[in-house]
């Protein structure tokens, strides 16, 4: 039996403006789904990503909680370069949203940048410096 890493889910509050977030960080979500109680798409190929409402979940797991504290698992964008982590954050930012890490060049050999989607998830921006290591 193969087991394949397939899936990444979302739990929000508010799934049009996490939807929005996620534009602005690049996915192809299409217009005119926010009112949907799921949401999912193909982020690259044979991975997918799905926005659940809190309602949704709790349909399913009444007892389900919102995590509290630090967050414990980031999603990471790739971006063609330093200057494109700068204005992705910048962009995010002006959009409403919190930076939570400004951008800096990381000793790893990337620029590198976090902010947090509307739920207090942390979306990590990065890019590979001249001579640093490759993206991805």
Same mark, same amino acid.
């Given at each position: ?70 967050? %414990?698992? =980031?999603?990471?964008?790739?971006? *063609?370069?330093? &200057? ?9 930012? #002006? /959009? ?14 990337? %620029?590198? =940048?976090?902010?947090?989607?509307? *739920?207090?998830? &942390? ?9 640093? #290591? /490759?993206?991805?």
């Amino acid at each position: 039996m193969a087991i394949l890493f397939n899936f990444i889910g979302i739990v929000t509050h508010d799934l049009a403006r996490s939807l929005a977030f996620y534009r602005l960080v690049g996915l192809p979500l299409p217009e005119g789904i926010e009112g949907e109680s799921h949401v999912e798409i193909e982020a690259v190929p044979g991975v997918r990503i799905g926005w659940d409402t809190v309602e949704t979940v709790r349909s399913f797991d009444p007892g389900w909680t919102a995590p509290t504290g630090s967050h %414990r698992l =980031a999603l990471a964008f790739a971006c *063609d370069t330093p &200057a494109e982590v700068d204005e992705t954050f910048t962009a995010l930012i #002006a /959009a409403g949203h919190k930076g939570h890490v400004e951008p800096w060049d990381a000793f790893w050999g990337q %620029r590198y =940048a976090t902010v947090l989607d509307p *739920d207090g998830n &942390a979306v990590d921006l990065f890019a590979a410096l001249p001579g640093g #290591a /490759a993206a991805g």
